[in-house]
């Protein structure tokens, strides 16, 4: 079965919107490292805004005069991707580019039906690349598969990836990295936890 993998860059309090106002450089190992983990999807999931993002700058990028040859490698991946759009209503009209197509999901129930259904189709990875209510509710459905936040070294106040969830949600450390910009990468996989208790004292976690 296909993976829903969510693959971003965060900061050390979590937050996963306006990547602007907080976002630092990224190294060029950085991103060669972002490139291969590209490499393993053929889909991406997005929300509207995000998206319209997305298609105000990739498409130009595939310029042989603009960025450099890791960052064009990335704008012929984001190219040929299929792109799916999520929205409630579907009413508005998305930028034209190449391989994309609006997905209108009235309610949780029908997206999560939508996905799994995704996941059960042959195909490489799926990326799940935002906007924040796009993943974070995907995270509360308990459809990702796979983390991989590039942390920044810097809060900022602002939407944070889990802050939707009713309940504690633990995670396996699957490996780390670290870049030379100070930021680490985190890799992680959900782990099933079935009636987790709390602890009464501090000494029965030291074991």
Do not use: C
């Not at 298609?55 to 042989?64: D, I, K, M, R, T």
């Not at 409630?88 to 580019?97: A, F, H, K, N, V």
């Amino acid at each position: 079965m296909r993976k829903i993998v969510l693959q971003m860059m965060t900061t050390l309090n979590g937050r996963l919107d306006d990547p602007l106002a907080w976002l630092g450089s990224v190294g060029d190992d950085q991103y060669r490292a972002i490139d291969r983990l590209y490499a393993t999807y053929d889909t991406v999931l997005v929300g509207r805004v995000t998206y319209e993002e997305m298609a105000s700058y990739w498409p130009g990028a595939l310029s042989e005069d603009v960025g450099t040859e890791t960052n064009r490698k990335m704008a012929r991946r984001m190219h040929d991707y299929r792109k799916l759009v999520f929205s409630r209503s579907g009413r508005q009209t998305l930028t034209e580019w190449n391989n994309v197509e609006q997905v209108v999901a009235h309610d949780d129930e029908l997206l999560a039906a939508y996905l799994l259904d995704l996941k059960a189709r042959a195909g490489g990875d799926i990326h799940l690349s935002g906007g924040a209510s796009l993943a974070q509710t995907v995270i509360g459905l308990g459809l990702v598969d796979i983390f991989h936040f590039f942390v920044y070294p810097v809060t900022s106040p602002g939407a944070a990836w889990f802050d939707e969830l009713p309940d504690r949600y633990d995670l396996r450390l699957m490996g780390t990295d670290t870049y030379e910009n100070g930021v680490v990468g985190l890799h992680y996989e959900p782990l099933k936890r079935e009636n987790a208790e709390r602890a009464s004292s501090f000494s029965e976690l030291l074991v």
